[in-house]
C-alpha cells in the first residue's frame, strides 16, 4: 500500500470517526456535542463530596449506586466564570479512555439541549489558533442551523497528567 493510500484511509476514517449522533449541551452561551456512545446517562445535580488537593476544575465524587464517580465542571476546565447551578443543571456520565483504563467520569454542564445526527458536510475541520493553544480535544465545528456547535473529543479534554490525579482522587 502506498502512502498515498494510506494517507487517504486515514483522513476518510478521521471524517467518518466524526460523523454521527452527538450529545449537545450548552456552557455558557455556546454549545458542545459529545459522541453519543461516550455517553452513559445524564443525572440531575446531586451531592457532590469534595476531594482535597484536586484541581480546581474537579468538583469531587458521587456515589452512583455504590459505585464512586469523579466529578468535573466543564466551566471551570474551560476557564469561563462559574455560576450558581439551577434546576437545568446537570451531570452528563462519560466514558474516557486513558492510556490505563477506561473511567466514568460525571462533567456538570449548564443544560443538556438534544441529540443530533451530524452528518459529514456539516463538520468542518477545528480552526488553527496558533501553537501556544492546545485544542486537540476538539473534534471539529458542527454547522447548525445558522451556528455553530464544538464536537469534542471527550477521551483529550484531560491530560495524562490530569486523568492520572483524578484516578488517584476517587
Known amino acids: 500500500m502506498t502512502d498515498e493510500n494510506t494517507a487517504m484511509d ?3 476514517k478521521a471524517t467518518t470517526i466524526k460523523t454521527g449522533k452527538y450529545l449537545t449541551f450548552s456552557l455558557e452561551k455556546e454549545e458542545y456535542g459529545i459522541g453519543i ?3 452513559k446517562e445524564i443525572i440531575g445535580m446531586m451531592p457532590i463530596t469534595s476531594v482535597p488537593r484536586t484541581p480546581e476544575f474537579v468538583k469531587g465524587v458521587v456515589n452512583l449506586r455504590g459505585k464512586v464517580i469523579p ?3 466543564l466551566r ?8 450558581p ?3 437545568r443543571t446537570c451531570i452528563i456520565v462519560v466514558e474516557i479512555d486513558s492510556s490505563v483504563s477506561t473511567i466514568l467520569i460525571g462533567i456538570v454542564v449548564d443544560s443538556v439541549c438534544e441529540v443530533l445526527n451530524i452528518r459529514e458536510e456539516e463538520i468542518e475541520e477545528t480552526p488553527k489558533f496558533g501553537t501556544r493553544l492546545k485544542h486537540d480535544y476538539i473534534l471539529g465545528m458542527a454547522k447548525r442551523e445558522g451556528g455553530v456547535k464544538i464536537l ?3 477521551d483529550k479534554v484531560l491530560s495524562s497528567e490530569e486523568m492520572m490525579e483524578i484516578a488517584q482522587a476517587s
Do not use: C, G, R, W
Not at 471551570?76 to 455560576?83: H, N, R, T, V, W
Open 152 to 154: 469534542l473529543n471527550i
Open 37 to 39: 456512545l461516550k455517553v
Open 10 to 12: 486515514q483522513a476518510i
Open 85 to 87: 447551578y439551577t434546576e
Open 76 to 83: 471551570a476546565k474551560f476557564e469561563m466564570p462559574s455560576i
Open 71 to 73: 466529578v468535573l465542571d
